[in-house]
Nanobody, 120 residues
Framework: QVQLVESGGGLVQAGGSLRLSCAAS????????RAWYRQAPGKQREWVAG???????DYADSVKGRFTISRDNAKNTVYLQMNTLKPEDTAVYYC??????????????WGKGTLVTVSS
């Protein structure tokens, strides 16, 4: 089993920045891909960004150029740096992990989420 714990959410004004962190524990050696998803009120959960063990990254079009995903394998932690935030980025952000190689693949483990609110 793998446990994922997010931190760093909060309230920020439009145009501002936040950095989310996700610490992993447990059987972390089984994990290849780390990812971030988000779910806005009344909407389905959507994929935001992913990074594999080698550092290859991919982003949803809606955040490309504004968000950066990174990982510190020594700390078993993944980060999501969010810049130029918009009100439409308001959502609960979930950390995710999967054993397979596909950045948008089936998720094996989920965190509980952290709320990001962007005011206009």
């Amino acid at each position: 089993q793998v446990q994922l714990v997010e931190s760093g959410g909060g309230l920020v004004q439009a145009g501002g920045s936040l950095r989310l962190s996700c610490a992993a524990s447990g059987n972390i050696f089984s994990i290849n891909v780390r990812a971030w998803y988000r779910q806005a009120p009344g909407k389905q959960r959507e994929w935001v960004a992913g990074i594999d063990r080698g550092g290859f990254t991919d982003y949803a079009d809606s955040v490309k150029g504004r968000f950066t995903i990174s990982r510190d394998n020594a700390k078993n932690t993944v980060y999501l740096q969010m810049n130029t935030l918009k009100p439409e980025d308001t959502a609960v952000y979930y950390c995710a992990a999967n054993k397979g190689p596909v950045l948008r693949g089936r998720i094996d483990y989920w965190g509980k989420g952290t709320l990001v609110t962007v005011s206009s």
